[in-house]
């Protein structure tokens, strides 16, 4: 399997009167095809360790490559670019434009991308909504969509550009047990079904116990580090 994503020793101290360490010293390798769990207690930095993984916030130490290219050296709008292309995220709150619809909210990433024309962005928008089960829901606004409809939206958001990879932050951390099973087994079918590599932050352990591996976090650094 070839390696995406390789952190060696990633580190973000926040320059504070009194230095705060979100993430310290932490080494992985995130493959394709990987279902990855990053789990630990409230405040271990599970959240601060997927931006940085996600290109989202930026390291004070130690080095990330994606797809065997270093980030450091790569500007504010490379980095962004290189978001686009490869990575998708799904947050605990959907995070979805109240005023669009299901369709124009996933066309978004694709807009910013600027590779299709207006119809291939409306026809990849309705394609990936009826992949999640929402063909009937293009044209709704969100507030007419229940939670995990909502969700299943922000998973077809995520994969607009088709990245290799997919982030998500408490994915069903909102959501009834119902809905948070469907929003589960639609990241598996990911994985699965689509060949992507999906890392996701929960609290869920049995959730956790269910994808292909986790990465446990214990005052901002992996839980083995922690036992040695
Ligand atoms: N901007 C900030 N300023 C100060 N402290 C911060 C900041 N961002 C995060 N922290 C602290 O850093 C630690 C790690 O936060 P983070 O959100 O990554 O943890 P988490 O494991 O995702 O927590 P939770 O499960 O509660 O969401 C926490 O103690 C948090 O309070």
């Known amino acids: 399997m070839s390696v995406l994503l390789e952190a060696e020793n990633l580190t973000r101290i926040l320059p504070e009167t009194i230095p705060v360490t979100l993430v310290r010293d932490v080494s992985l390798?995130?493959?394709?095809?990987?279902?990855?769990?990053?789990?630990?207690?409230?405040?271990?930095?599970?959240?601060s360790l997927l931006y940085l993984l996600g290109l989202l916030d930026r390291p004070t130490g130690g080095t990330l490559t994606i797809e065997g290219r270093d980030t450091?050296?790569?500007?504010?709008?490379?980095?962004?670019?290189?978001?686009?292309?490869?990575?998708?995220?799904?947050?605990?709150?959907?995070?979805?434009?109240?005023?669009?619809?299901a369709r124009q909210n996933v066309e978004?990433?694709?807009?910013?991308?600027?590779?299709?024309?207006?119809?291939?962005?409306?026809?990849r928008a309705g394609e990936l909504l009826a992949m999640l089960g929402l063909e009937d829901?293009?044209?709704?606004?969100?507030?007419?969509?229940?939670?995990?409809?909502?969700?299943?939206?922000?998973?077809?958001?995520?994969?607009?550009?088709?990245?290799?990879?997919v982030f998500a932050d408490e994915p069903t951390g909102s959501l009834d047990s119902k809905s948070s099973e469907q929003v589960f087994q639609?990241?598996?079918?990911?994985?699965?079904?689509?060949?992507?590599?999906?890392?996701?932050?929960?609290?869920?352990?049995?959730?956790a116990a269910r994808m292909d591996r986790r990465i446990h976090l214990v005052d901002g650094m992996l839980a083995d580090a922690v036992d040695d």
Do not use: W
Request: with cysteine.
């Open 29 to 47: 390798t995130i493959a394709e095809r990987e279902f990855v769990a990053i789990t630990g207690p409230s405040g271990s930095g599970k959240s």
């Open 137 to 165: 829901h293009c044209e709704k606004k969100p507030y007419q969509l229940s939670g995990g409809q909502r969700q299943r939206v922000a998973v077809a958001r995520a994969l607009a550009n088709d990245p290799p990879m």
């Open 108 to 123: 978004i990433p694709m807009r910013k991308l600027g590779r299709l024309s207006r119809r291939q962005m409306r026809d």
């Open 186 to 207: 639609t990241l598996r079918d990911l994985v699965t079904g689509r060949g992507k590599t999906v890392v996701a932050v929960t609290h869920d352990l049995d959730m």
């Open 72 to 101: 450091a050296p790569m500007s504010d709008g490379e980095l962004a670019r290189t978001r686009l292309e490869m990575l998708g995220f799904v947050f605990q709150f959907h995070f979805l434009l109240p005023e669009f619809s």
